[in-house]
């Protein structure tokens, strides 16, 4: 640690001096990005920055530098304000030159008519924290930047549990994780303690919520909303950006007040003022210390969350890949075998399930999404056997939404992001995910009854992001079409009425008496240590690179071409679509980043078997389409 | 004035400073209060003392009358007393100093109404123009400037030859509508000074121009009688950008943008002119307002009671205002923001110009204000609020819904731009480069792309309403039908992204209204409101529908109408009207037993009726082709696809914005028209297609494959860029056509094409086997002699025994339901009887 933190504690002196030294030449606020760049280049420093995500915001200093890794939710309008401007000072009348970067309201006794006054622009951005984050993430995320918080009196006591014990009480009782001050730790009050901490950061706003809707895409989430000022490469955000943004954080309590006592005489003679809706000003302005402004000094898209793994493609990452490489078939056998006793002893659904795991959209040739791998899982037993799957599920990736198909939810829930045009904001959705978001629908929770016409719309919207991995946001006179890239598994018990990539009948090899108990057993066979591994390995195999070479490329058309002369109507384009997906994901289960003739027949091996289990379903079912 | 200055309070001079802050540019310090501490040695005369007539309205205590202020809205000469109109919309510009550059005096009137003596130069403050000069240019301009080749719609009716806006002031005369619209692109062809002044200073230079103008106009037309004193509009000001681009550079200047209206609030009265009335005396004095604030008189003039003053309300003036908000439209957005919006003021007339949901141009003063949001309080938050002040709205979807013809929104296409266009166009096989650049990832399908690529260009609009038949079609429908998983899907996608109005639909879920248009109650106005489908939003567009068949049949009536009428009727909620919905259907179909029955024909295997089918210009079927070597080329395809870069990708196919621009641009600009060999062709070829049948019988074309040939050629001609349609264009028109009928209406039962299978349902073969079987059931009933009534299952056992061919029950009905219709018999339930 080193022994000075100003650029932490008191970032605003650092830029206000180098807006001195600068004498008004504009490079200076270069500088300031440069130097704040450089700070946190160095080796660990950014863990020094306390983080919005997993400290209470009455903890956090004001003014002071703070992280937070969100998603850009809504983008408001830019708005001008005094880069630069001047005051006097009422006793010496002398004038004085002040920077108005990075920060909310003015110095005293402004010169509005100052020749000096410099207008610039910025943009707010509304963030949120990633939706549907995994409590696992959040947890191991918190107590890797708990270690140090130099510019908080805040000191977590929570390393002193192991996040191996957590897990456990994670996995036997995942809905209770979810709101930590109902958890009843028998250990006694120390423990009972430690949890408040965390738990008194999460209620702070949700306490409020009654009053602010704070616009989180999922329902019954948690966390700091927070104002994002955005001063430079407005153009290179895009909404729903996952981003760790590090910035000045601006609490204010003046933007409160200024919010909420108002004249009523000014109204009537300022008419901008009055123009704003009592909404507008509620989403626009909410009180600062409910959802804190941040103004952005420097901001890190992240390709993934996963705390497990370096976030940033340094020489870090590349030397984490290559050792973790290695082990990489090994670590797929011993997923590969716990996942297939969590689907009942069926190894090739085992097996699409994890291709289905580290699938992701790795590029779009005009409409067409390429790599993405929807899997249906048929024949799923009921009586709440998804539900459990749900939660294993939630405990390898970093990301995840299970979205039950009643038709309660379907016909009453908002799934695709509205504008509000009285608020002037984005409503969210649950659609509105971050990039590799797991989304479990559970259609075995559908039951008879009319879907009325949201309903019909939201299954349209389903139907669209699994097909074209799009969504349609409404913004009531057109709509706007948002690419995304959400993993989409759907568990069913016939086959989906929605469309998907691939169909797989389970077939369970094992009807344990009690569901409950068989998986739980299963889970904890599991240590964490073990989890933790597979959790890196969904998140590696993803961002592995991959080809094909000239060989092969020839090999498999010569294959397509000897399939399709025996019998044509047996493989189509949409099947060598789907194999060579399959090829791209089993390469890369495997660690290999060019696909091989062996690849390529192991594809289509499991391919075969899974088509012929459908056949043979349908043979069963009869009338199954 | 409008300018929301907003405070009262605050030490400062509160002024044009307040209103616009400084960006680094150098106005700002304007301000004219009389308490300004430094003006520049400025030789206060009275110049614009001649102009000051009025004085009963300026009797008022005006705290800031330096000597040296231009009064900007009064007018000069000859007005006769037409009132002056405030113009709210340029804010606080009434009372402009103007300071004299050089240190020289001025000669004391000579300012304004003469000829500047060389060496002196008097300018309003804080800018560069001069009253005098600026007005007089303004006068030339109005005066001289001809242009020959505007084609604007506004001008219509106008001789191009003649000073344009002479003829329009000509016009104000007659109409009375004192508001003269000045495209600012001409003031720059004419005077690029002049308007580079108007850009930057336009709350100066406006009403100087509305001086000169109405000099002008009450000159040549000293009779009329005017509602109030002519305003100068500018309007599409060169600088036109999107909301996007707006910058703190732009703060005070003149700007057009343009964006869709997606909020209009309530009017809002706001107080031009105050009255007071004393209670002491009754003596009364009006105040005007100055920068948004009311200086209440202290002292009673007439009285000397202090404090007397009360404001009455009913006889103060007003002004119309209204917040108007606008959102950026979705074609100017980069992928993945969202759109961004701006408050726009509208004043006076102005108001309720514009509804939600207009799209519009909007030219304007650019204002930002800041907020200082409580007095007591000395931060100030350093944010400003910025609006735009309207002074002219121009809707760019106007003539969309009124207008006859021709697309109102041009794109403007770079000189650069149209070069590489057409020499891509003067390429030999730009017909194909462009279809193999349509969706490069579906594989060959080489004719389906082709009618696709025909059906984005469509054919030249025509109008017949002279003669009665109104408006033909230019519009291309087509129809894909085949096995499920043949990509017709993604191929509507691609379409649908590519074309800028182009709407999706999928059958299964779209309603009749849907796709028309539906009555709902507005939730602002709690008006009924018409809300327009998918049909009429794609006018001049592409529709695409997907899952055709699955469509209910009483929302595939609507389409017929769309798809040869090109317009909507609507009978609803008490609203008839009837809309345009010039829209190119682009529809996939899947057979109705989920595969394709090669033995049935393609209404058999689509069930769609066969009224809506003649009306695709093509129907093609996506099948399978089952070939090895196109498996190979397909297995290659794909797999490419799969690891190939986004360079190569874009090495071998034309780019898609390219395509967009090529598109747009020839649908703007070529309109081909037939020539004598085409026609030539044309009829040949219909005489040909009629000839085919006409030897076995039957009809196997009709006028509407004729007009569809004629619409495919011209989109051929257009994709090259001709305005002629020659014999090639004809020759693939007629290829093209052959190609989809082979697919689609040959015959199974004989192989041979026939159209009648696609007019009315049948081929002619199969209605030819129905009579026989009806006249063999009739032979067989007359046989048995005076029978009154027979069993139905008898009656069919015989007639099986007795045929050769193999009869089904089907066939049996038929012919039981032909001889009905003869009058000849009736069937009751079991019973077959005579009558």
């Given at each position: 640690m080193p022994s000075s933190h100003d650029w932490i504690n008191k970032p605003l002196g650092v830029v206000e001096a180098m807006f001195a030294q600068s004498n008004s030449n504009p490079e200076w606020e270069a500088k300031v990005l440069e130097y704040f760049?450089?700070?946190?280049?160095?080796?660990?420093?950014?863990?020094?920055?306390?983080?919005?995500?997993?400290?209470?915001?009455?903890?956090?200093?004001?003014?002071?530098?703070?992280?937070?890794?969100?998603?850009?939710?809504?983008?408001?309008?830019?708005?001008?304000?005094?880069?630069?401007?001047?005051?006097?000072?009422?006793?010496?009348?002398?004038?004085?030159?002040?920077?108005?970067?990075?920060?909310?309201?003015?110095?005293?006794?402004?010169?509005?008519?100052?020749?000096?006054?410099?207008?610039?622009?910025?943009?707010?951005?509304?963030?949120?924290?990633?939706?549907?984050?995994?409590?696992?993430?959040?947890?191991?995320?918190?107590?890797?930047?708990?270690?140090?918080?130099?510019?908080?009196?805040?000191?977590?006591?929570?390393?002193?549990?192991?996040?191996?014990?957590?897990?456990?009480?994670?996995?036997?009782?995942?809905?209770?994780?979810?709101?930590?001050?109902?958890?009843?730790?028998?250990?006694?009050?120390?423990?009972?303690?430690?949890?408040?901490?965390?738990?008194?950061?999460?209620?702070?706003?949700s306490?409020?919520?009654?009053?602010?809707?704070?616009?989180?895409?999922?329902?019954?989430?948690?966390?700091?909303?927070?104002?994002?000022?955005?001063?430079?490469?407005?153009?290179?955000?895009?909404?729903?950006?996952?981003?760790?943004?590090?910035?000045?954080?601006?609490?204010?309590p003046v933007l409160t007040v200024l919010g909420e006592e108002k004249d009523p005489s000014l109204l009537l003679l300022n008419p901008t003022e009055s123009m704003e809706t009592p909404e507008e000003q509620r989403a626009h302005d909410p009180p600062a210390s409910l959802v804190p402004r941040l103004h952005m000094l420097y901001a890190r898209p992240l390709q993934h969350n996963n705390p497990l793994l370096p976030s940033a493609p340094t020489e870090d990452q590349s030397a984490f890949v290559s050792s973790f490489l290695v082990e990489m078939a090994s670590v797929r056998a011993e997923l590969l075998a716990y996942l297939t006793h969590v689907l009942l002893g069926d190894g090739l659904a085992a097996e699409y399930l994890l291709l289905h795991l580290i699938s992701d959209v790795y590029t779009r040739r005009d409409v067409l999404p390429l790599g993405k791998f929807t899997l249906n899982l048929s024949g799923c037993p009921l009586n709440s056997y998804t539900e459990r799957l749900y939660q294993i599920v939630q405990q390898l990736v970093p990301c995840s939404y299970r979205l039950s198909m009643s038709l309660h939810t379907m016909n009453s829930m908002r799934l695709v992001p509205k504008k509000d045009y009285v608020a002037n904001r984005l409503v969210s959705g649950a659609l509105q995910l971050a990039r590799n978001t797991s989304l479990f629908l559970d259609e075995t929770q559908l039951e008879q009854g009319q879907l009325d016409s949201s309903g019909v719309r939201n299954i349209t919207a389903l139907g669209n992001l699994i097909s074209w991995q799009k969504v349609d946001y409404d913004f009531s006179y057109h709509q706007m079409e948002f690419p995304c890239n959400i993993n989409v598994l759907v568990t069913s018990e016939g086959r989906s009425l929605l469309p998907s990539d691939c169909q797989v009948p389970l077939q369970p090899q094992v009807t344990p008496p009690n569901m409950e108990e068989y998986l739980t057993t299963i889970h904890m066979a599991q240590f964490t240590s073990q989890i933790n591994k597979f959790r890196v390995y969904l998140s590696l195999a993803r961002t592995l690179d991959y080809s094909i070479s000239d060989e092969v490329t020839k090999a498999v058309e010569d294959d397509f071409v000897d399939m399709r002369k025996d019998d044509p109507q047996s493989v189509t384009a949409e099947d060598l679509h789907r194999m060579l997906v399959v090829a791209r994901l089993l390469s890369l289960s495997l660690g290999q980043t060019t696909l091989s003739r062996d690849g390529w027949m192991r594809a289509k091996h499991i391919d075969m078997l899974r088509r012929s289990r459908t056949e043979q379903q349908k043979s069963l079912n009869g009338n199954e389409p | 004035m409008s300018s929301p200055t907003s405070t009262p309070v605050g030490s400062k001079p509160s002024s044009d400073g307040l209103a616009s802050p400084p960006s680094q540019r150098r106005r700002g310090q304007d301000s004219s209060n009389g308490d300004l501490p430094a003006m520049p040695t400025s030789p206060a005369t009275d110049i614009a003392s001649p102009a000051v007539h009025d004085t009963s309205l300026f009797s008022s205590p005006r705290r800031s009358v330096l000597p040296s202020e231009v009064d900007m809205s009064s007018p000069l000469i000859g007005v006769r007393g037409t009132p002056v109109r405030q113009r709210p919309d340029l804010g606080s510009a009434r009372k402009a100093?103007?300071?004299?550059?050089?240190?020289?005096?001025?000669?004391?009137?000579?300012?304004?109404?003469?000829?500047?003596?060389?060496?002196?130069?008097?300018?309003?403050?804080?800018?560069?123009?001069?009253?005098?000069?600026?007005?007089?240019?303004?006068?030339?301009?109005?005066?001289?400037?001809?242009?020959?080749?505007?084609?604007?719609?506004?001008?219509?009716?106008?001789?191009?030859?003649?000073?344009?806006?002479?003829?329009?002031?000509?016009?104000?005369?007659?109409?009375?509508?004192?508001?003269?619209?000045?495209?600012?692109?001409?003031?720059?062809?004419f005077d690029a000074d002049l308007y580079r002044q108007l850009i930057s200073y336009p709350q100066e230079v406006i009403p100087t121009f509305d001086m000169a103008v109405n000099e002008l106009f009450f000159e040549r037309f000293p009779d009329s009688i005017l509602e109030h004193q002519i305003q100068v509009r500018p309007y599409n000001a060169l600088k036109t950008r999107n909301m996007r681009s707006l910058n703190p550079e732009d703060i005070d200047q003149m700007i057009t943008i343009s964006g869709m209206v997606i909020r209009t609030s309530q009017l809002i009265p706001e107080m031009q002119e105050a009255f007071f009335q004393c209670q002491v005396c009754a003596f009364s004095t009006r105040v005007e307002v100055d920068r948004g604030r009311i200086a209440e008189p202290a002292v009673c003039r007439n009285c000397n009671t202090t404090h007397s003053l009360a404001l009455i309300h009913n006889r103060s003036a007003f002004s119309d205002k209204q917040m108007i908000k606008v959102q950026e439209s979705p074609d100017d957005m980069p992928a993945g923001q969202t759109p961004h919006t701006t408050i726009v003021y509208a004043h006076n007339d102005l108001v309720d110009k514009v509804q939600p949901g207009d799209r519009i141009n909007i030219t304007g003063i650019y204002r930002a204000v800041p907020m200082r949001e409580n007095p007591r309080q000395s931060t100030v938050k350093s944010v400003y609020k910025t609006h735009i002040d309207v002074i002219h709205f121009r809707k760019t979807d106007e003539k969309r819904l009124h207008g006859l013809d021709e697309d109102s929104d041009q794109k403007l296409f770079t000189e650069e731009r149209v070069q590489t266009l057409k020499e891509l166009a003067a390429k030999p096989d730009v017909y194909e480069r462009l279809s193999s650049a349509l969706a490069p990832s579906i594989y060959e399908q080489e004719d389906i792309k082709k009618g696709i690529l025909l059906q984005l260009f469509g054919g030249t609009r025509k109008d017949f309403s002279q003669t009665g038949r109104g408006n033909f079609r230019a519009e291309v429908n087509i129809l894909l039908c085949g096995d499920p998983g043949t990509s017709k899907s993604q191929l509507l996608q691609y379409v649908f992204n590519l074309v800028p109005r182009g709407q999706y639909t999928s059958g299964k879920g779209s309603s009749a209204v849907g796709l028309t248009a539906y009555v709902m109650k507005d939730p602002e106005t709690k008006q009924l409101v018409l809300q327009t489908g998918a049909l009429v939003l794609s006018d001049n567009g592409i529709c695409c529908i997907d899952e055709f068949d699955k469509m209910s049949d009483s929302t595939r009536s609507v389409l017929h109408e769309v798809m040869e009428q090109q317009t909507l009727s609507i009978a609803k909620a008490g609203i008839i009207c009837q809309l345009n919905a010039r829209t190119s259907v682009l529809a996939a179909a899947n057979p109705v037993e989920s595969q394709w029955n090669p033995k049935k024909t393609t209404i058999e295997n689509i069930q769609l009726p066969h009224t809506l089918l003649s009306r695709f210009d093509l129907i093609f079927l996506m099948l399978d082709p089952q070939d090895e070597a196109y498996d190979r080329r397909l297995a290659h395809h794909l797999v490419a696809l799969y690891y190939q870069s986004e360079e190569q990708i874009e090495e071998e196919f034309l780019d898609m914005a390219v395509l967009k621009d090529y598109i747009a641009y020839a649908r703007t600009y070529i309109n081909p028209r037939l020539n004598e060999e085409a026609s030539q062709a044309l009829i040949e070829a219909y005489v040909d297609m009629r000839k085919i049948g006409s030897g076995r019988g039957m009809v196997s074309a009709y006028p509407r494959q004729l007009e569809s040939l004629i619409r495919l050629a011209e989109a051929h001609a257009k994709v090259r860029f001709s305005d002629k349609v020659e014999t090639v264009d004809v020759e693939e028109a007629k290829r093209l056509h052959r190609e989809a009928l082979k697919q689609s209406a040959t015959d199974p039962r004989t192989g041979f094409v026939d159209i009648s299978i696609l007019t009315t349902g049948m081929s002619a073969t199969a209605r030819k086997r129905k009579e026989e079987v009806a006249q063999a059931l009739k032979k067989m009933i007359q046989s048995r002699g005076k029978i009154p009534a027979m069993k139905y299952q008898q009656l069919f056992d015989d007639l099986r025994g007795q045929s050769e061919a193999a009869i089904t029950k089907d066939m049996f009905e038929e012919a039981l339901r032909a001889l009905a219709d003869e009058d000849y018999l009736t069937v009751t339930g079991k019973t077959v009887r005579l009558l």
């Open positions: 760049k450089g700070q946190l280049k160095e080796k660990e420093s950014h863990s020094w920055v306390p983080s919005l995500n997993d400290v209470p915001l009455h903890y956090l200093k004001p003014n002071s530098l703070v992280k937070f890794r969100c998603l850009v939710q809504d983008m408001f309008d830019p708005e001008f304000y005094m880069g630069v401007y001047e005051t006097v000072d009422p006793s010496t009348k002398a004038n004085v030159l002040r920077c108005g970067k990075y920060k909310d309201v003015t110095e005293c006794g402004v010169d509005l008519n100052s020749r000096n006054t410099v207008t610039a622009e910025r943009q707010t951005f509304y963030c949120v924290p990633i939706p549907g984050e995994s409590p696992w993430a959040k947890e191991i995320s918190f107590l890797s930047a708990a270690r140090v918080v130099p510019s908080t009196s805040y000191v977590p006591s929570r390393q002193k549990r192991s996040y191996e014990e957590d897990d456990d009480d994670m996995d036997t009782q995942p809905q209770k994780q979810r709101e930590p001050h109902t958890e009843p730790h028998g250990n006694g009050d120390s423990k009972r303690q430690e949890t408040e901490a965390p738990s008194s950061q999460t209620t702070t706003p306490d409020c919520s009654s009053h602010l809707d704070l616009n989180f895409p999922l329902p019954g989430e948690r966390g700091p909303a927070c104002l994002v000022k955005v001063y430079e490469g407005l153009d290179s955000f895009k909404l729903n950006d996952t981003l760790e943004i590090y910035g000045i954080l601006s609490v204010n | 100093p103007q300071v004299d550059l050089h240190t020289e005096l001025p000669s004391a009137d000579g300012a304004v109404a003469s000829e500047q003596a060389a060496g002196q130069k008097l300018v309003i403050w804080g800018t560069d123009v001069n009253v005098g000069t600026c007005k007089e240019k303004f006068q030339r301009f109005l005066q001289r400037f001809i242009d020959p080749t505007s084609n604007e719609d506004e001008n219509a009716g106008l001789d191009l030859n003649e000073p344009l806006y002479m003829q329009k002031l000509e016009e104000i005369s007659v109409i009375g509508e004192p508001v003269l619209n000045v495209n600012c692109s001409h003031v720059q062809s």
